[in-house]
């Protein structure tokens, strides 16, 4: 205020750095933040055709082809229809694409790894997902707001823990004749442990009950008023043992089995021959 000179702030200095650097890499300018209609409407030349950040201590910084702008934003409310077309943003609710066309494509592309076991893990994953995502937006509470889109994403990646050795380019792996029983038990393993396992320590016990009547068979869209057109109850035979909360337990693929989690870790016992520290 005092000198009337301006200092440039963490944008000006990012961008600076990118065009002067001599790399053929790409360089990548994200804004994962909110959109400030003032702030934004003031980035409309850098946005543009003339792709030039035009500070306001008079100096113009160029950009080069191997640099790209992108924003990743909640929402579009305050950005106007002009900043939109400038950088070629699609805008996808999650409501809208929800989270079926995340499963399909999953499955689409395990179908070339399993053959017919990828049809089974499709149905059961459909199944289980709608009913569970359809009880959590119902009657589960998040700590933090989730969306079912990403809890959706959260199963296929536990999922996908179970079968990612047996993906391999280089070698062939053998496919043991029992992987339609582990996957069967590897998607209900991941459901509880993405989707339920989000929830708060009030709501984590009612979908424990939820899902332990699916176990059952039990029609949860009627007991439960789910509201899922086109339910029909799928029939799930699966043995977990003794248990108090399925979230005591842990699938063992290998042995094709539920142990508590406990009992996955080996008994500590403190040496006779050490120091007390």
């Known amino acids: 205020m005092d000198s009337g000179e301006w200092s440039d702030?963490?944008?000006?200095?990012?961008?600076r750095d990118c065009a002067e650097s001599q790399t053929p890499d790409r360089k990548w300018i994200i804004f994962d933040g909110p959109v400030d209609a003032v702030w934004v409407e003031n980035m409309n030349t850098v946005l543009?055709?003339?792709?030039?950040?035009?500070l306001n201590s008079g100096q113009i910084i160029k950009l080069k082809p191997t640099m790209t702008i992108m924003f990743e934003v909640e929402d579009l409310s305050v950005a106007s229809p002009a900043t939109v077309s400038r950088c070629g943003m699609v805008l996808l609710e999650p409501q809208q694409l929800g989270h079926t066309p995340l499963i399909t494509s999953y499955c689409n592309d395990l179908e070339k790894l399993l053959g017919k076991t990828a049809e089974v893990v499709r149905g059961l994953m459909h199944y289980l997902s709608d009913a569970c995502l359809a009880f959590t937006n119902m009657a589960g509470r998040f700590p933090v707001p989730t969306d079912p889109n990403f809890l959706a994403n959260s199963m296929l990646n536990m999922f996908e823990c179970y079968v990612k050795d047996w993906r391999s380019d280089e070698v062939a792996v053998k496919i043991p004749k029992e992987a339609e029983e582990m996957c069967t038990h590897a998607v209900i393993f991941a459901h509880?442990?993405?989707i339920g396992v989000a929830l708060d320590e009030t709501t984590r016990p009612k979908f424990d009950a939820f899902f332990q009547d699916i176990l059952l068979n039990e029609d949860v869209n009627a007991k439960y008023k789910l509201d899922l057109p086109h339910f029909e109850v799928r029939?799930?035979?699966?043995?977990?043992g003794e248990f108090k909360s399925l979230f005591d337990l842990y699938f063992d693929r290998d042995k094709l089995t539920w142990i508590n989690w406990?009992?996955?870790?080996?008994?500590?016992?403190v040496p006779r021959d050490v120091s007390y520290a």
């Open 9 to 15: 702030g963490v944008l000006a200095i990012k961008i």
């Open 262 to 269: 406990l009992k996955t870790i080996p008994p500590f016992v």
């Open 192 to 194: 509880i442990w993405s």
């Open 48 to 54: 543009d055709d003339n792709k030039k950040l035009c």
């Open 235 to 240: 029939k799930i035979s699966v043995k977990l």
